[in-house]
């Protein structure tokens, strides 16, 4: 299993969204790195949620991989704002995967707490200049992180 951290703005796409829909299509995604890294996801991986772009910005809860990368269509589609036409069906670009609700924490992890964990240093979200949308975590900084987290109860079935 491997783990991750997976950012949006909460005004696009926020946990409250992931949490009223059975899975996601995490799409545009348009940078290479973090493409890459969305390659290498496996189902049943997970994920942290993190809100971007927001004050305060930090990690709102868990959600699972619950589908492996393949081609991101929204590139395909002019009236899309991730349209990129240089991807097409026989030579996409760009992937994406889709994302299952697990977890709401009670209280965002917020950034200025990640960077005053000294476990925490070699995160990449904490790092200086580092704006990728999705990156890896450790198992160490993972359950690091998980320990600093309180979770709602679970919803009634």
């Not at 995604?29 to 189902?43: G, L, P, T």
């Not at 009236?79 to 965002?108: A, C, G, Q």
């Not at 704006?131 to 998980?146: E, F, G, H, K, N």
Request: proline share 9%; net charge positive; aromatic share 14%.
């Amino acid at each position: 299993m491997q783990y991750w951290l997976m950012k949006s703005e909460p005004e696009v796409f926020s946990m409250d969204d992931l949490s009223k829909v059975p899975r996601e299509p995490w799409d545009g995604v348009r940078n290479y790195q973090a493409r890459n890294f969305m390659k290498s996801m496996k189902k049943g991986d997970l994920a942290f949620f993190y809100h971007s772009n927001c004050k305060p910005p930090g990690i709102a809860g868990l959600m699972t991989i619950a589908k492996t990368a393949y081609p991101d269509y929204t590139a395909w589609d002019p009236n899309s704002p991730y349209f990129d036409e240089k991807s097409s069906e026989e030579n996409p670009r760009w992937f994406m995967v889709d994302v299952k609700y697990k977890k709401r924490f009670k209280e965002l992890i917020t950034l200025d707490e990640l960077k005053q964990e000294k476990k925490l240093a070699d995160l990449p979200l904490v790092r200086k200049g580092n704006r990728l949308s999705i990156m890896p975590v450790t198992a160490q900084q993972w359950d690091y992180i998980l320990s600093l987290s309180s979770f709602l109860p679970p919803k009634p079935s």
